[in-house]
């Protein structure tokens, strides 16, 4: 079965459409600025890329467009819409309400809906896909799948704040953690790479990416996570402040004249390495930015592994030890001296870094000694495919 794969923002959308029976990708590609102007990126399997740039004035017409280029005569891989057996939607926010992948319908809709307080930035923006998917493509059956779900394991000391409990019995404020369908995927992978029993297993996922996570996998459960209620909490990110002091907040805010949403918008978009460095919250600038002797870019990056470093330790001890470690997402496939750096100090553990096998990139692979005590992997995470999984799942 052909399976789309929509992954829906405020602007922008991605697609895939993955073959379930090889877990080949048959297309794929996004589209940008919908409600702007519009561009189309499309790359079929073994052709080139195209793109084109045409009004996308909504989500639909967006959607439309994939669809066209999808079953176009010269470039398209399928020969009709019939031949999408099923779409996969990314859902950001499943709340308590979603502890799995489900399918789509309106009682399933509704309930996504009374979870967008917690994410009113993305939970919306999924459902316009959504709901554009259904008009286009009414007899297709679908499936949400939940960046949350995999996190409703964490058990209440590591879901609840510290906080007055009636404000988690009334208003849903504890812990949820993002990524759960990358950090799932790749904690899997990681136990058939290692030939080792899924479900006996202590796993730490450090997902780097733009946006950072780190989970810790107990027994195939996601048992602790470093993001929150939102994505704001843990790791120190691209532009994301991570953890900090609440006081530091108000006391931010009232130097700044900032109101809560002024504050909010530069902790999740103006802080984490980019407001660090001033140079980027792109790792590849801040290496080059460090070659050329800036010592702010350099100290970025080191608070950046430092709180990598800090949540490894603390999920070593949340499962009272570890089996192996896996570095995911945009920097932890690609950048080897990143992975090097956080390794150099987990010694106390028994890690040993192969280096050779240490500067490989964007592929799966054993990145400690075979001596090594907790093993070190590399894993390209592939959050479409694990999507395109769970909606053929559902279907069965
Ligand atoms: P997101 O999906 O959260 O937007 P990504 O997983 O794409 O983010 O990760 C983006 C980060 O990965 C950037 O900081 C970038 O520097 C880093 N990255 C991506 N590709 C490479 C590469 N080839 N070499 C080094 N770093 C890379």
């Known amino acids: 079965m052909n399976v789309l794969v929509i992954n829906c923002g405020s602007s922008s959308l991605k ?21 702007i102007d519009g561009r189309l ?9 195209e793109i084109t740039e045409a009004p996308m004035p909504t989500h639909k017409q967006a959607i439309q467009m994939v ?9 398209g891989v399928l020969k009709s819409l019939d031949e999408i057996g099923a779409v996969g939607h990314r859902i950001v926010h499943g709340g308590e309400k979603f502890a799995a992948s ?5 009682e399933m809709i509704q309930a996504v809906e009374e979870c967008s307080d917690l994410a009113p930035l993305h939970n919306p923006a999924n459902l316009i896909g959504v709901r554009a998917c259904q008009e286009l493509m009414p007899e297709t059956p679908m499936a949400g799948v939940f960046d949350t779900a995999f996190h409703q394991t964490m058990p209440q000391e590591a879901y609840l704040y510290g906080v007055p409990y009636e404000y988690y019995e009334k208003y849903g404020v504890r812990k949820y953690g993002f990524h759960g369908t990358s950090h799932s995927y790749v ?6 790479i290692l030939d080792r029993p899924y479900e006996s297993l202590k796993t730490i996922v450090c997902h780097l990416g733009n946006g950072a996570s780190v989970c810790a996998v107990k027994n195939g459960k ?9 994505p704001l909490e843990g790791l120190v990110m691209g532009t994301r402040s991570g953890d900090i002091d609440p006081s530091a907040v108000e006391y931010i805010a009232k130097k700044e004249g900032l109101d809560m949403a002024g504050i909010l ?6 802080s984490g390495v980019m407001g660090l460095s001033g140079v980027s919250s792109d790792f590849r600038d801040l290496e080059a930015a460090e070659l050329e002797g800036n010592e702010r870019a350099a100290a970025a990056q080191r608070v950046f592994n430092y709180r990598v470093l800090k949540y490894i330790g603390a999920y070593a001890a949340a499962m009272n030890g570890v089996d192996c470690i896996c570095f995911t997402a945009g920097l932890g496939e690609n950048n080897g001296v990143t992975r090097r750096q956080i390794c150099e100090s987990l010694g106390y553990l028994g890690i040993q870094i192969d280096e050779e096998a240490n500067k490989k990139r964007g592929e799966e692979i054993v990145i400690s000694t075979p001596d090594s005590k907790v093993k070190v992997l590399v894993i390209p995470t592939n959050e479409e495919l694990a999507i395109a999984r769970e909606t053929v799942a559902l279907l069965k």
């Open 15 to 35: 697609y895939q459409v993955i073959d379930s029976a090889t877990e080949g990708v048959l297309a794929k590609g996004l589209c940008e600025r919908i409600g």
């Open 102 to 106: 489900a399918i789509i319908t309106d």
């Open 222 to 230: 996601s048992v602790d996570t470093s993001m929150g209620l939102s």
């Open 265 to 270: 918008n530069v902790l999740n978009k103006k």
């Open 41 to 49: 990126v499309y790359e079929p399997k073994g052709g080139e890329k």
């Open 67 to 75: 669809i066209d280029a999808l079953t176009n005569e010269k470039s």
């Open 187 to 192: 904690s899997r992978r990681a136990a058939a």
